[in-house]
C-alpha cells in the first residue's frame, strides 16, 4: 500500500493551495487593517491604501515595470477582457484602425472578447497553430497591416504547455505600429517575465496560479514609449485612475505581492526540480500506456505541464474512475462540457479520439512518490477500460 496522502493533486495549471506565507502576510488585511484605501481621510483608509501602494511597487519592481503602470484587477479573466476590448475600442475611437490578431489556441478569456470585437465590426484574424500547437511567426507578420492596431497572444499556454516567442512577435507588431498584449498567467513563476524583455504593451496575471489568493489579478500597461490609454470595461469611483473602478481587494493585492514574491525568488530552483519531476511522469507515462501521445512543443514548454492523448479513451470516464488522482481533461475552465477542448482539436485531434486527452500540471508540492502513485493509477484505469471495451 502506497503512503502517499490522497488524492493526489496535479491539476496546478487550473489553480494553486494558497502558500502558507501569502496567508500570513494577508491576515492582518481581514481584521486590524480592513480599511476602505479610497477613504484617504482617516487613518484607516490611509494605511489601507499604504498596503495596496507598497504592493503595486513590489509588484511593478518583479516585473520590469513601474508602479503607474500596474492595474489591479479580479483576475486574468478580467485582465484578458480589459486588454483586448479597452485596447481595440481606444484605438478605434483614436482612427487608428480595426484590425485585431489573436491565435485559435487562446484562453476563452481572449477568444469570447475577440468574437465580441468581431461582432462590433472589427477585422479579426485569428492565427492557426501546427500539429505541436505552434504559432508560425511569418504568417503572424504576413496578417499585419497598417490597419493592426492590436496583436493578443499568451506567453505560455493553459492546456499543452507552449512558450510562445513573445519578444519577436513584439518586435514585428511594433514595426507597423500595433499594441502588443500577452496572457502571461501561467508563465509566473515558471519562466522569466519582464515587461521590457518580452517588450509587450500589457501583460495579464493572476494570482491564484502561483500560489497567491483566488479574485485578485493584474494588468500591466505601458506608459512609454508607447502610451497605453484603455477604454474601461468596469466604470464607477473611477479606482485605478479611472481605468478599473472598484474598492480595492486589499488582503487580495497584499497577498498577490506576497506570492509572486516568493514566485521571482524561488523560480529557477522550483522550475527544474519540477521539470525532472514532469518529465519522469512523462516517461513513466509512455512506458506504461501503449499508444499514448505527448501533446505540444516539447522543446518550449512549460516546466510544469504535461499535456497527453490516449486514443480511444474517453478523458471524463477516466477520471471519473480516477478519483484519488486529481487531474483535467482539457481545460478545466471548460470542464462542464466534455468535448475535445478548443486547443487539443486546434493540433489536429478529432472530436472522438481527442477526448482521451488528460493536462497534468505538477507544482510546489508535487514529489516523486505521487508522480509514481498516479502513473500506477492511471495505467491500471486505462487498462480497465480498454478491457471493458473489448468485452
Ligand atoms: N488565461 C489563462 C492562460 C488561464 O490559464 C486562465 C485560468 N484558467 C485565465 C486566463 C483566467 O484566469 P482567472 O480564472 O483567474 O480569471
Known amino acids: 500500500m502506497s503512503s502517499v496522502r490522497r488524492p493526489v493533486y496535479l491539476d496546478y495549471h487550473s489553480t494553486t493551495p494558497c502558500d502558507p506565507r501569502v496567508v500570513k502576510a494577508m491576515l492582518p488585511c481581514f481584521t486590524e487593517n480592513f480599511g476602505n ?20 511597487r513590489r509588484i511593478a519592481e518583479l516585473l ?21 476590448t479597452g ?9 487608428d484602425g480595426n484590425h485585431v490578431v489573436s491565435c485559435v489556441t487562446e484562453h476563452k478569456s481572449v477568444i469570447c472578447p475577440m468574437e465580441r470585437l468581431d461582432e462590433e465590426g472589427f477585422d479579426v484574424t485569428m492565427l492557426s497553430v501546427d500539429e505541436r500547437g505552434r504559432i508560425d511567426i511569418d504568417a503572424l507578420s504576413a496578417a499585419l497591416t497598417e490597419n493592426t492596431v492590436l496583436v493578443s497572444l499568451m506567453l505560455a499556454s493553459n492546456e499543452i504547455g507552449n512558450i510562445h516567442p513573445i519578444g519577436e512577435i513584439a518586435r514585428r507588431a511594433h514595426e507597423i505600429g500595433a499594441w502588443v498584449h500577452t496572457d502571461a498567467t501561467q508563465a509566473i513563476g515558471k519562466v522569466p517575465v519582464d515587461v521590457n524583455e518580452l517588450d509587450v504593451d500589457m501583460l495579464s496575471l493572476s494570482a491564484h496560479k502561483f500560489y497567491g489568493p483566488k479574485g485578485i489579478g493584474a494588468l500591466y500597461q505601458r506608459e512609454s ?22 474598492t480595492h481587494n486589499v488582503p487580495g493585492i497584499v497577498g498577490m505581492a506576497a506570492a509572486l514574491e516568493l ?24 512506458e506504461e500506456i501503449e499508444g499514448l501521445v505527448v501533446n505540444g512543443d516539447r522543446e518550449h514548454r512549460l516546466p ?8 480511444h479513451i474517453d478523458g471524463e470516464a477516466l477520471l471519473l474512475s480516477l478519483d ?22 486546434a493540433l489536429g485531434w478529432g472530436d472522438e479520439d481527442g477526448r482521451g486527452t488528460l493536462r497534468f500540471g505538477l507544482g510546489r508540492w508535487t514529489t516523486e512518490e505521487e508522480i509514481e502513485f498516479a502513473v500506477g493509477r492511471l495505467a491500471e484505469t486505462v487498462n480497465h477500460l480498454r478491457a471493458l471495451s473489448t468485452l
Not at 487531474?327 to 468535448?339: I, L, N, P, Q, R
Open 304 to 311: 510544469n505541464n504535461l499535456s497527453v492523448t490516449i486514443p
Open 64 to 84: 520590469g515595470a513601474k508602479a503607474s503602470e500596474i492595474v489591479f484587477t479580479g483576475g486574468s479573466t478580467e485582465s484578458n477582457n480589459l486588454a483586448v
Open 263 to 286: 514566485a521571482v525568488q524561488e523560480r529557477e530552483e522550483e522550475s527544474q526540480r519540477v521539470s525532472a519531476l514532469r518529465d519522469r511522469l512523462e516517461s513513466r507515462l509512455m
Open 225 to 246: 514609449p508607447r502610451r497605453i490609454k484603455l477604454k474601461p470595461c468596469i466604470i464607477g469611483g473611477g479606482h485605478e485612475r479611472g481605468v478599473r473602478s472598484g
Open 87 to 95: 485596447a481595440a475600442c481606444a484605438r478605434r475611437e483614436a482612427g
Open 324 to 345: 484519488d488522482v486529481a487531474v483535467s481533461s482539457g481545460s478545466a475552465c471548460k470542464s462542464d462540457t466534455a468535448s475535445t477542448s478548443h486547443v487539443i482539436k
Open 37 to 56: 484605501s479610497s477613504s484617504r481621510g482617516h487613518v484607516f483608509g490611509r494605511a489601507a491604501e499604504e498596503l495596496v501602494e507598497d504592493s503595486r
